[in-house]
Each structure stands twice: as C-alpha cells, then as structure tokens.
C-alpha cells in the first residue's frame, strides 16, 4: 500500500514524477551528496568506457526518494546509452522479461526498480542474461522439452531496491557493484534545494533552504516537494521569495514539524509509547494497532525514525527512544522515575 504523505519518499504519481524530472542531475558532477558511492561509480563507468565495454551490473540499495533512479539515468547519459526502465512487480510473465531483454542493444542500461519483488520463476531467467548474456528458453513441455539459448546484447543492469535483504543470493552475487545509499546531509540537502529552486526559478535565502533542509528526513524527493509547496505558499501569501519564516509558515500548515515528522510518524510513536509503556513492541501490533500494513511502516515510517535515534528495533519489537518522548512532550521512563508514579504506574 502506498499512503500519500508530503514526507513520503516515495513519488506520489506522474504529475510530480514529470516535475521531479526536470529537477533531475543529468551527470555525476551535478549529483549532490552520497560522495562515496559517486567516486566508486565514475571510477567503474571511466574504466568502462576506457575498455569499450559496458559498466558491471550495479545494485543501489536504500530507503525510497534518495535517488536510485536519478542514478540510473546518470549511468545512461554518462555512458552514452539508452536507458530501459521496469520493475519487478510489472514483470509478471517470463515473455515481459524476454521481451525486453532481446530488444536490449548493446550497452544499453536496463533498470529494474523494486527488483527485490520478482519473482522467482523470473528471476531465474536473469542469472544467465547477467552472467554470459543469454536467456536459457525452455520450448516444449515433459519429455520433449529442450532448452535453446538465445544470445543477447551485452547490456548493465542496474537494480534498484529498499530491501537488500529480501534479493535471493544468487541475484545478489550476480551484482558487480553493491552501492548502498543513505539519508542525506542536512548541508548537502539545502544544496539541493537552492539548486531546485534556482531551476523553479524562485528565489530562496539561505536560511530558506536550510529551513526546508532539516524538514526533509535526508531524502532529496522529499526537499523538493516541500519546496515545491513553499513556493505555492510563497507566492499567494508574501512576496513570492523564500526565506525561513515563509518555510516554517507553510510547513507547519502541511503538518511537518521541525524534524521532519508528520502526522503518521507522530502517531507511530505515541502508539508504541501510550498503547505499549514505549516498547519493546512487535510491528504487527504497532501496525494493528494503526490500522497501517506493516510493510508500510517499516518501509516509510521507521527508517527515518531509526536514523534520528527516535526508534530503536530489538530482539523483542520497537521501543521508543528517550528523544522521541521528549518530542512528543513526554518524559521518557528514567526521567519518569526520578518524578515518582506516572499514569502508566497506577
Ligand atoms: N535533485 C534530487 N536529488 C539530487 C541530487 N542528489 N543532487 C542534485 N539535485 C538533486
């Protein structure tokens, strides 16, 4: 399930996908932040275009909105090839993948986006097109099946994925390059979104971006649509500039705190600190308890939460951390006991 959250990292639809794309760094040198994985990548696409060959198969792992398929199109354009995009959830049928593999020419990059969500039967058409660039097609059924290979072009693969640990090993050990992204700077983010706005082509203060910056839990989608909507406040009640007080105005009429939160994150936590004395809880509880999936809030809701320190995920389930208390204008448990008996004591 997907919720339509401002603070989502995931996108919401083909009119922001449009938007985002004009938004979008073209090359590696206008990719802000994650400066480990792009010197790890221009290393292996310079190496690649010095041996005419077609850059490793490359998998980029991480939480949604940071940039995996900007990356993508980034490794086309720097390679000079076309880009193929698809996702393990539309292809259904071995054909789908086929289809798309025999039309690959060489060197072009084909992305597989929520790759961790193929199936298994599809999967296993993969590892001989990644590995020698050829498809094992069975034709016939029982004892007259035979097997024929079809060559194909060489071709990279870029997969893309929010949970590594969901990729069976064989796909995983068939990746040359394993990249992991992670939430962003707050400096690198207001980096971005000066350079968004300058696109937009609205004018923005430093302390404006920074304001912005701190709001968008790491993630450069999540920057971008928050400005995108401190503009529109921007424009219809001040001057059309941006500068701090306009961003905390018009963020706090969507709902986003300082921190970055909004109302889903705020009642995760009180979830698990008013219905569960602040953990340790189980997710299927949390999630019961929300009336959410599971899978939608390990996937859009904890990450963030984890990374601030607000979360902490053991053995026995989810607890609350002592700032997420303190956030929410509660004192967390030590503190509680130096106070005397509290409402969950009685
Ligand atoms: N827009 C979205 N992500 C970006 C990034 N990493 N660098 C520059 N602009 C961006």
Redesign the pocket.
């Known amino acids: 399930m997907s919720i339509e959250r401002i603070v989502s990292g995931e996108s919401v639809g083909f009119e922001e996908e449009r938007e985002?794309l004009s938004?979008?760094?073209k090359t590696l040198k206008?990719?802000?932040?994650?400066s480990q994985l792009k010197e790890n990548l221009s290393i292996a696409l310079e190496a690649a275009k010095k041996r005419s060959e077609p850059v490793d198969h490359i998998l980029f792992h991480g939480p949604p909105g940071l940039?995996k398929t900007?990356l993508a199109h980034i490794i086309a354009n720097e390679m000079g090839s076309e880009l193929v995009t698809t996702s393990g959830p539309s292809l259904q049928q071995p054909t789908d993948l086929l289809g798309i593999l025999t039309n690959l020419s060489e060197g072009d990059i084909l992305f597989i986006d929520e790759i961790h969500r193929l199936s298994t039967v599809i999967e296993e058409y993969l590892y001989p097109a990644m590995e020698d660039f050829e498809i094992d097609f069975v034709v016939d059924k029982g004892a007259f099946a035979k097997t024929i290979k079809i060559p194909l072009k060489r071709f990279t693969l870029v997969g893309a994925t929010t949970r590594a640990g969901f990729l069976s090993a064989p796909l995983r050990d068939r990746f040359g390059l394993f990249q992991h992204l992670d939430f962003?700077e707050p400096a690198?983010l207001a980096?971005?979104v000066s350079?968004?706005a300058g696109i937009l082509k609205v004018e923005i203060d430093d302390q404006g971006s920074d304001e912005i910056a701190t709001r968008s839990r790491g993630t450069?989608?999540v920057?971008?649509r928050l400005l995108r909507r401190v503009r529109d406040y921007a424009q219809v009640k001040a001057d059309g500039r941006i500068n701090s007080k306009v961003a905390q105005q018009s963020l706090k009429m969507e709902g986003v705190d300082e921190l970055g939160l909004d109302d889903l994150d705020r009642k995760y936590l009180r979830t698990i600190i008013e219905f569960y004395r602040g953990g340790p809880v189980g997710i299927d509880a949390i999630g019961a308890t929300l009336n959410e999936e599971s899978e939608t809030l390990e996937d859009l809701v904890e990450p963030y939460l984890l990374k601030i320190g607000f979360l902490q995920r053991t053995s026995r389930g989810r607890c609350a951390g002592p700032r997420a208390w303190e956030h929410l204008g509660m004192s967390p448990p030590e503190a509680r006991e130096a106070e005397g008996p509290t409402l969950f004591d009685s």
Not at 30 to 34: A, F, H, K, L, P
């Open positions: 985002q938004l979008r760094p206008e990719y802000i932040g994650q940039g900007t962003y690198d980096t971005i350079r968004s450069p989608r920057a971008n």
